[in-house]
């Protein structure tokens, strides 16, 4: 089935840094998403996006869906403490039945 | 609104016992979600409801059952508790005509340990 590589696999760096994450994938997606998970939540959406070669912002943070339609990154600026926790990329596959979640990049931010 | 509201918490389950996970949602939408999310992994698609009595598998849906008699709840059901189901499950509900692959609202997730 289709997949979805999502790297790096963990992150540390120090408040201020901006931070850059991709998902790759061998077969083209029709949607985006990305999704922030804290420790014991469930999954919170952050960006969503529907078009190649769109990038949208909400507040410090950017994404792309890239114009072949098989990636997208996810840049967070002047990170913040509260900034930790696992980022999720997932896209929706051609026929729309299902969202395949990347496995997830664990961001930890030092003070 | 409460949003998407799931219970129990936490739950541990002897192999063979059976259980529901319970969901709710109060957002009035039609699609809801239930996954599984093993340490490390991203989450995996259990079953998944367009509409009141109307379900379908997803990628992993062996070992459960779900039902969908209204809008707002949606259980899965564990019959033989097996140690391979120990996992954070969490449902989700989404309203748009790109539901399936579109904006998903997660609840804050079942902690299951089968021993």
């Known amino acids: 089935g289709q997949q979805l590589n999502q790297s790096p696999q963990s992150m540390f760096i120090q408040e201020g840094e901006d931070v850059s994450m991709n998902c790759t994938s061998s077969?083209?997606?029709?949607?985006w998403l990305w999704y922030k998970q804290d420790p014991g939540e469930g999954p919170v959406l952050l960006i969503a996006?529907?078009?190649?070669?769109e990038l949208t912002s909400n507040g410090r943070l950017t994404a792309q869906f890239g114009t072949t339609r098989k990636d997208s990154f996810l840049n967070i600026s002047a990170s913040i403490p509260s900034d930790v926790g696992i980022y999720f990329c997932?896209?929706?596959?051609?026929?729309?039945?299902?969202?395949?979640f990347g496995k997830g990049t664990t961001l930890s931010v030092s003070s | 609104n409460a949003g998407v509201t799931q219970t129990p918490k936490f739950r541990i389950l002897k192999i063979g016992q059976s259980m529901t996970l319970q969901c709710a949602q109060d957002?009035?939408?039609?699609?809801m979600y239930w996954y599984r999310q093993d340490p490390g992994m991203g989450l995996k698609l259990i079953y998944y409801?367009?509409?009141?009595?109307?379900?379908d598998k997803g990628e992993v849906p062996n070992g459960y059952n779900v039902s969908r008699s209204t809008t707002e709840d949606f259980p899965l059901r564990l019959e033989l508790a097996a140690p391979s189901q120990t996992s954070v499950y969490f449902c989700?509900?989404?309203?748009?005509?790109?539901?399936?692959?579109?904006?998903?609202?997660f609840g804050p997730g079942t902690r299951l340990t089968v021993l």
């Open positions: 996006l529907y078009k190649a070669g």
């Open positions: 077969s083209i997606f029709n949607t």
């Open positions: 989700a509900s989404s309203y748009s005509s790109r539901a399936l692959g579109g904006e998903q609202f």
């Open positions: 957002m009035n939408h039609n699609y």
């Open positions: 997932a896209g929706s596959n051609q026929a729309g039945t299902a969202l395949i």
């Open positions: 409801s367009v509409g009141a009595g109307i379900t």
